[in-house]
């Protein structure tokens, strides 16, 4: 669906909304699949009821579009139009042993981010895919921990009453992948509380790479060991060459991931 009512575009303008007129949606969700419609980056949360009423207004159907992790969108034209929050910088304010994100932020970034500065809980996320908002409406958990164990205020955007409410965390239900909020409730941020938790306890080298899936990752017969992901083993015949590519290659898909630069343990002499 695309906008081309110029008192519309004029007004989006106004209340700090972006437009993007024929964006392909396979860009911007994991499985890479999807038509094309007009999309709305809204860079200010209070923008939100001005948005929606413009839009029901004008009667422009919309639907709200987080990381796009595991969404699957139909082909060609699309017949409404979608709503993604501007991801600000920064995303992550760090307030003792509070971490108050926006909702557009990277779950795994926000996770590194805060176990750098030795706040820990949530390191069994690490490696899930998608935004802090999308593991707040599912509840993510892994490891025996959730994300809902932590959160202490959620500000959303309740699309039934057409306003921005703030709820504690005592006024949530978290259950097993599943909360009490509405389908199309819009998450804005959140505040943790995290537990103190020393760095180097929470992101060990082997959990960072086990979570990439990389056990057994080889080149030629230099390879990941199967059994602890910190160790790089030879499988046969493995030449330097290419163990020095394989822990090259660890460490270029664990620093894109994680932003943590891994330290090369093993001695190298070069002939």
Same mark, same amino acid.
């Given at each position: 669906?695309?906008?081309?009512?110029?008192?519309?575009?004029?007004?989006?303008?106004?209340?700090?909304?972006?437009?993007?007129?024929?964006?392909?949606?396979?860009?911007?969700?994991?499985?890479?699949?999807?038509?094309?419609?007009?999309?709305?980056?809204?860079?200010?949360?209070?923008?939100?009821?001005?948005?929606?009423?413009?839009?029901?207004?004008?009667?422009?159907?919309?639907?709200?579009?987080?990381? @796009?992790?595991?969404?699957?969108?139909?082909? @060609?034209?699309?017949?409404?139009?979608?709503?993604?929050?501007?991801?600000?910088?920064?995303?992550?304010?760090?307030?003792?042993?509070?971490?108050?994100?926006?909702?557009?932020?990277?779950?795994?970034?926000?996770?590194?981010?805060?176990?750098?500065?030795?706040?820990?809980?949530?390191?069994?996320?690490?490696?899930?895919?998608?935004?802090?908002?999308?593991?707040?409406?599912?509840?993510?958990?892994?490891?025996?921990?959730?994300?809902?164990?932590?959160?202490?205020?959620?500000?959303?955007?309740?699309?039934?009453?057409?306003?921005?409410?703030?709820?504690?965390?005592?006024?949530?239900?978290?259950?097993?992948?599943?909360?009490?909020?509405?389908?199309?409730?819009?998450?804005?941020?959140?505040?943790?509380?995290?537990?103190?938790?020393?760095?180097?306890?929470?992101?060990?080298?082997?959990?960072?790479?086990?979570?990439?899936?990389?056990?057994?990752?080889?080149?030629?017969?230099?390879?990941?060991?199967?059994?602890?992901?910190?160790?790089?083993?030879?499988?046969?015949?493995?030449?330097?060459?290419?163990?020095?590519?394989?822990?090259?290659?660890?460490?270029?898909?664990?620093?894109?991931?994680?932003?943590?630069?891994?330290?090369?343990?093993?001695?190298?002499?070069?002939?």
């Amino acid at each position: 669906m695309r906008i081309s009512d110029p008192r519309i575009v004029a007004k989006l303008a106004e209340i700090s909304v972006g437009l993007q007129p024929g964006t392909a949606l396979a860009d911007l969700t994991s499985l890479g699949i999807g038509g094309t419609t007009d999309l709305l980056r809204i860079k200010k949360h209070e923008s939100l009821p001005d948005l929606l009423n413009l839009l029901d207004a004008n009667h422009v159907p919309h639907k709200f579009l987080g990381g @796009g992790s595991n969404l699957l969108v139909g082909d @060609g034209e699309l017949p409404w139009v979608v709503l993604q929050l501007v991801r600000p910088e920064p995303d992550v304010v760090l307030d003792g042993n509070l971490a108050h994100v926006d909702a557009a932020a990277d779950l795994g970034r926000m996770i590194t981010f805060c176990a750098k500065n030795d706040l820990g809980g949530m390191e069994g996320l690490i490696g899930v895919p998608g935004t802090v908002g999308g593991a707040l409406r599912m509840n993510a958990g892994a490891y025996g921990m959730q994300i809902g164990s932590y959160v202490r205020e959620v500000k959303l955007y309740r699309a039934a009453g057409r306003k921005i409410e703030v709820l504690r965390g005592d006024q949530i239900s978290f259950e097993y992948r599943h909360t009490s909020f509405a389908p199309d409730d819009m998450m804005l941020a959140v505040i943790l509380e995290l537990p103190s938790k020393p760095f180097k306890e929470i992101l060990s080298a082997g959990r960072m790479i086990d979570e990439l899936g990389l056990k057994g990752l080889s080149v030629g017969d230099a390879r990941v060991s199967d059994r602890h992901a910190n160790f790089f083993v030879n499988a046969g015949h493995a030449s330097a060459k290419e163990m020095l590519t394989l822990i090259a290659d660890v460490r270029e898909r664990v620093q894109k991931t994680y932003g943590v630069s891994l330290e090369n343990e093993v001695v190298v002499w070069n002939a």
